[in-house]
């Protein structure tokens, strides 16, 4: 990146990703997902869509794919939650393909 193009975006000029499609995918040891007891405690997703807002990236094209409790078959006491986990992981892998193809 040049110097120029750092001022320019430092100083309010061009987003860098202006237009793109944006997909993040991410793993969380809990559940923070909408619905779940922990769902006002998910710091993540905000900020992801308040960052690549402000790049100049249009809200409908952030894909934000979670794989949740991933932790499940590590911490004691949780081995019930390894089915939702799994499934949790099936999910975000079937919405990335899906994404992918409708690319």
């Known amino acids: ?3 120029e193009l750092v001022d320019e975006v ?3 000029g061009s ?3 202006a237009g793109l499609r944006v997909v993040v995918v991410t793993a969380c040891g809990g559940a923070y997902g ?3 007891n922990a769902e006002s405690r998910d710091f993540l997703t ?3 869509r308040s960052y690549f807002g402000k790049q100049g990236v249009p809200t409908a094209n952030i894909e934000i ?3 949740d409790m991933t932790l499940a078959s590590l911490v ?3 081995e019930h939650l390894k089915p939702a986990a799994a499934a949790s992981l099936a999910a975000a892998r079937n919405r990335l393909i ?3 193809e409708s690319s």
């Open 76 to 78: 004691p006491g949780r």
């Open 15 to 17: 987003p860098l990703l």
């Open 46 to 48: 905000p900020y992801l």
């Open 34 to 36: 909408p619905g779940t």
């Open 98 to 100: 899906r994404l992918a």
């Open 65 to 67: 794919v979670t794989a």
């Open 1 to 3: 990146m040049t110097r």
């Open 10 to 12: 430092l100083a309010g």
